[in-house]
């Protein structure tokens, strides 16, 4: 396969799960070479993401690497496959690339967690909502600009309403549903939204009480999105400079903990709904 120019995040994820087997099975790129009969430079370009790679060259890793998990090998096959057009790449030239990452991760997703704590999640954002937060960033974007953000975040949350959707866990604290953006108006109709998405049954929404008091993991968003396997699991986290995404064990583990104490510490789904019933009552 020949080079690539850029490498998306998951045809990167998919180059470091192969060092990750090669790293277990202890050997170098030059003895995974040899042994193989693979150029070690290549080995080391499709480990990078530049080179693209074939399932069938895939499982030949694997069993130089005896290694023998097949769903895990399976599901790395699978990432191989040609990527075709998407409709993010219609965005290509108008966004960040890890705006566009974002959207391939939650499109292959089999599910995904997460948890916020001032904005609310951008897969349950109204339209003007969003258009309120894209008005904050800093540096300004110009008006054109927050509205290629909008119309991205929008589509993206058509994952929720395809056939069949991809089933959805947000943790919102109690801030973020009481901060006014935009209003009562604004926050009215953001509110009803997530109640009324809350009912859909592949959506659970948890309030995070501030009865709840402290926990892990208070400074930041998160977001799980679920691999076929735990292996391919991804964390994304949400900072001033961007996303970042996460995938190696000690990390997935470390997240996973953090979002479970979490769930334990919020209402449970039934009860979340009814106190955001109430808050949309005093608006």
């Given amino acids: 396969m020949p080079p690539r120019s850029t490498a998306t995040a998951r045809q990167r994820r998919l180059g470091a799960e192969l060092r ?5 099975a202890g ?6 070479g040899q042994k193989l009969g693979i150029d070690p430079a290549r080995i080391s370009n499709i480990e990078s993401g530049k080179f693209g790679v074939s399932a069938d060259r895939i499982r030949t890793f694997a069993l130089g690497y005896d290694y023998d998990d097949e769903p895990h090998i399976e599901a790395l096959a699978t990432m191989s496959k040609g990527r075709s057009r998407n409709w993010w790449d219609d965005y290509r030239e108008l966004l960040p690339p890890v705006l566009l990452d974002l959207s391939e991760m939650e499109e292959h997703a089999t599910a995904l ?10 897969l349950l954002q109204t339209a003007d909502y969003a258009r309120l937060v894209f008005r904050q960033n800093v540096p300004a974007l110009a ?12 589509k993206r949350q058509g994952i929720l309403y395809a056939d069949p959707p991809t089933p ?26 997530i109640a009324e998405m809350g009912e859909r049954e592949h959506v659970t929404i948890l309030v995070l009480p501030f009865a709840a008091g402290i926990f892990p993991g208070a400074g930041q968003t ?40 979490m769930e ?9 709904r009814k106190f955001i019933h109430t808050l949309v009552s005093t608006l």
Avoid at 27 to 32: G, I, M, P, V, W
Avoid at 143 to 151: N, Q, T
Avoid at 264 to 272: I, Q, Y
Wanted: proline letters at 6%; hydrophobic letters at 40%; aromatic letters at 4%.
């Fill in 168 to 193: 959805f866990t947000a943790i919102i604290h109690e801030a973020a549903l009481r901060m006014q953006f935009g209003g009562p108006e604004v926050m009215r109709e953001q509110l009803a939204h």
């Fill in 113 to 122: 967690r997460t948890v916020q704590f001032t904005h609310l999640p951008g």
């Fill in 143 to 154: 008006p054109p600009l927050v509205e290629h953000r909008l119309s991205h975040r929008i």
């Fill in 27 to 32: 050997l170098s790129t030059r003895a995974a």
């Fill in 20 to 24: 990750k087997l090669r790293e277990r």
């Fill in 222 to 261: 998160v977001v799980i999105a679920e691999g076929p396997v735990p292996q391919l699991d991804t964390v994304q986290l949400d900072t001033e400079h961007g996303s970042e995404f996460l995938h190696a064990e000690a990390q997935l583990v470390k997240y996973r903990t953090i979002m479970g104490r």
């Fill in 264 to 272: 334990d510490l919020s209402l449970d789904p039934a009860v979340s």
